[in-house]
């Protein structure tokens, strides 16, 4: 089964190539798949949480696929973990557990790894948009560091 590594690493690139939209300006200069990075963006997604979830929907879905590339791309950094992309459906075919998951465009890329941990950036990008501070990525990354090691 083929992963999407490449493709999702793109997909994060494009951050750095083009704007989701003038009103947005996420200083770029933070993102260097750290720790600190992860801290930077919670707390830039917090404050900037209205006006990003305003944005029109080709917009937001743009925004949602990038950042939480970015997200994925450093949580396998820090996780150490050998963690792959996969689409939904070229996982579906080797594990039945995501048949638990409705298929959306938060869950269309997955991370998962040898052991059938699967973790889900992009909806996590979402729920923190749309939950505010309950569904922080500092705790998120703190728990998924403690329960993969």
Do not use: H, Q
């Amino acid at each position: 089964m083929k992963n999407s590594n490449v493709e999702c690493l793109e997909i994060a690139k494009l951050l750095w190539i083009e704007a989701f939209e003038k009103n947005i300006v996420l200083p770029l200069d933070k993102l260097d798949y750290t720790e600190n990075s992860i801290v930077f963006l919670n707390d830039f997604l917090l404050e900037n949480r209205s006006l990003i979830c305003s944005l029109e929907t080709k917009f937001y879905t743009k925004f949602i696929l990038r950042v939480g590339c970015y997200l994925g791309e450093t949580i396998k950094i820090l996780l150490n973990s050998n963690f792959d992309w996969y689409s939904y459906d070229d996982l579906l075919t080797i594990n039945d557990d995501v048949k638990k998951i409705e298929k959306s465009l938060y869950t269309y890329y997955i991370l998962s790894n040898k052991n059938r941990i699967n973790l889900f950036p992009l909806a996590k990008l979402d729920k923190l948009l749309k939950n505010g501070e309950s569904d922080d990525l500092i705790f998120y990354l703190k728990s998924l560091k403690e329960f993969i090691k």
